[in-house]
């Protein structure tokens, strides 16, 4: 098994160094297809959105592969296959799904709210309920993940609102930010890259690894806040929702190559627990306020803390004040020494702020001390004065 990480960890690494700026989106979509899942990708044409999507189905050796453009014209049998014309004859009205999508591991659809009532209904069963209803008979279908793409969200009352439901994770795409990305992009650098590949016996052993994966208690309370503060705020994902969310909690932690989900995996939620584009911001930071892990919450309040008192010996620099926010300083780095013995993991960004904390303690001893000594020298000049003390030059 920790050879199919190795190879997960070797995907990752060459998806990356081929996609300039996709690392989050590389992640989403390898989480989606690790816990079984739906992802939406939404941006403008030419943002490498089906080129992922292709690249991933030559990662996976003998996965069946269905990839299909809609349009408001796209008919059932695009999707679904043609009426077999032998069936037909003995009056039933079955399909022949061969080389689509119910046959399909993985599945590509772009423009996917181009769906038009013709095909939606048998598509939200199927990416929902992996069920086919073929001559009115039910049929499981192995689909893992359905990867869908859009220029656009939906428009309001068009009724695509249950289909852009069905979809787990959503991301959306921009244009090259980075000016040498660009170029690098431009001159095809890492287009050449030798992609490695899995086997499908190995994706099913990644996900039943990510089904083994560990949830906190301390996670389940923090989603639990989550959701109550999204209520506040009026947005309300479904029940459904939250619960699907475990799924890919749990592959986000394996491919950090964990078998524990911590507070931080959360962070992947701000793509999962909106509704709508302008939902997403609320959430976001909502998300973020509670995907801190507790070394991080701690690292944080004592850095803040530590910044308000280095801030308020510049407002009041007596000794009184100076001698008072020495003894906060020192108190707070106790707090992070103790820290620092029951995580030995994180010795390196708890050191980091200790250093900083003791470098704030010693400018604020210097400011203390400084009045003290020139109080000295002043009193000691009066008192050689006084006694008459002369040299000659």
Request: proline share 3%; glycine share 4%.
């Amino acid at each position: 098994m920790e050879s199919n990480l190795s190879k997960l960890d070797e995907i990752i690494k060459a998806f990356n160094a081929k996609f300039y700026e996709r690392e989050a989106e590389v992640e989403a979509i390898l989480v989606a297809l690790l816990s079984r899942q739906h992802i939406l990708l939404i941006g403008p044409s030419g943002t490498a959105k089906s080129a992922l999507a292709v690249e991933l189905a030559k990662t996976i050796q003998d996965t069946n592969y269905f990839q299909w453009l809609l349009t408001r014209f796209s008919t059932p049998e695009e999707l679904f296959g043609p009426l077999s014309l032998k069936e037909l004859e003995h009056g039933e009205y079955k399909r022949n799904t061969h080389k689509k999508m119910p046959e399909a591991n993985l599945v590509f659809l772009d423009e996917i709210f181009k769906a038009n009532s013709a095909i939606l209904n048998s598509l939200l069963t199927l990416i929902n309920e992996r069920v086919f209803y073929n001559n009115g008979t039910p049929k499981k279908v192995p689909l893992m993940t359905v990867i869908g793409a859009s220029n656009e969200y939906p428009e309001e009352g068009e009724g695509l609102e249950a289909l852009f439901d069905r979809f787990l994770l959503r991301f959306e795409f921009n244009y090259l930010a980075d000016d040498n990305n660009f170029i690098s992009m431009m001159k095809d650098a890492g287009q050449l890259e030798q992609m490695p590949t899995m086997t499908m016996e190995q994706l099913l052993g990644l996900q039943n690894m990510t089904d083994r994966v560990v949830i906190e208690n301390e996670v389940y309370t923090a989603i639990s806040k989550i959701r109550n503060e999204l209520k506040d705020e009026g947005i309300r994902p479904s029940d459904r929702r939250f619960k699907q969310s475990l799924s890919i909690l749990k592959a986000r932690a394996l491919i950090r190559k964990r078998r524990v989900v911590l507070i931080e995996d959360i962070i992947i939620l701000e793509n999962a627990l909106w509704e709508t584009a302008d939902q997403k911001e609320t959430v976001s930071v909502i998300i973020r306020r509670h995907a801190q892990d507790n070394v991080i919450r701690v690292l944080d309040s004592i850095r803040k803390e530590a910044n308000e008192v280095a801030n308020s010996i510049r407002q009041d620099n007596s000794i009184e004040a100076g001698m008072e926010a020495i003894q906060k300083m020192r108190a707070l780095e106790s707090d992070l020494q103790i820290l620092k013995t029951n995580h030995e993991d994180r010795y390196v960004e708890i050191e980091a702020l200790l250093v900083k904390v003791k470098s704030h303690e010693q400018e604020i001893l210097n400011s203390a001390l400084e009045p003290l000594y020139f109080n000295a020298f002043n009193e000691k000049n009066e008192v050689e004065d006084s006694y008459g003390i002369y040299y000659r030059m």
